[in-house]
Structures are given as C-alpha cells and as structure tokens.
C-alpha cells in the first residue's frame, strides 16, 4: 500500500522558515510529478508547488521567490523549503504524488494526511 507521510510542520514567528519533507513509501514502480498543496480554513486546496521527475519546479505566484521546491528520486522524497514566512501562509499543507504502482497498468494521484503550518507572532 503506497502511503505519502509528511513532516517538518509547526508554528513559527512572521519571516522564519520551515522545511516539509513528504516521504513516499509502499510498492512504487515510478514517481512522476509531486508536489505541494495547501488549505486553509474555509478555503479551497490550492497547489504551491510542483515538480516534475526531471526536477522542473513550478511555483504559485503567491509564494514565487519565498518557496523552494526539490525532491530526491533515490529516497521517494519531496521537500519544500519555505523561508521569510507570513501569516497568510498559515494553512494544512498535503503532499501529493503522481505515480504508478508495481504490476499497475496506470498511474494514479496520491495524498498525504497533511501537515499544520501556522505562522503567527
């Protein structure tokens, strides 16, 4: 059974930093993109980050030149560095994959149970 779990989540003042890592784990044949999204309350879930197998990053424009993201394909692992934090970042952020299972005949899109990042002072 494929599980993404997630990690680095926490509270942190306006303009620290903090760094997500999403672990994929189970019988994977291949990861293709991954990525972040976050949720806060009574909102909708939007994407953050995307990155694809190759390491092509795409950002949203809300948080372009805070936000970095990256992966490592040997661990099944992607992170998300988010520096000079603010309080409108607040939200649960959920990891998310596309990939394929071993003996899968297709691809199939994967979350994680999410993780809280508050920034308040």
């Known amino acids: 059974q494929v599980q993404l779990v997630e990690s680095g989540g926490g509270l942190v003042q306006p303009g620290g930093s903090l760094r997500l890592s999403c672990a994929a784990s189970?019988?994977?044949?291949?990861?293709?993109?991954m990525g972040w999204y976050r949720q806060a309350p009574g909102k909708q879930r939007d994407l953050v980050a995307h990155i694809t197998r190759s390491g092509a990053p795409n950002y949203a424009d809300s948080i372009k030149g805070r936000f970095t993201i990256s992966r490592d394909n040997a661990k099944k692992t992607v992170f998300l560095q988010m520096n000079s934090l603010k309080p409108e970042d607040t939200a649960v952020y959920y990891c998310?994959?596309?990939?394929?299972?071993?003996?899968?005949?297709?691809?199939?899109?994967?979350w994680g149970q999410g993780t809280q990042v508050s920034v308040s002072s």
């Open positions: 189970g019988s994977i044949f291949s990861i293709y993109g």
């Open positions: 998310h994959a596309f990939l394929t299972e071993v003996g899968g005949k297709t691809s199939a899109e994967y």
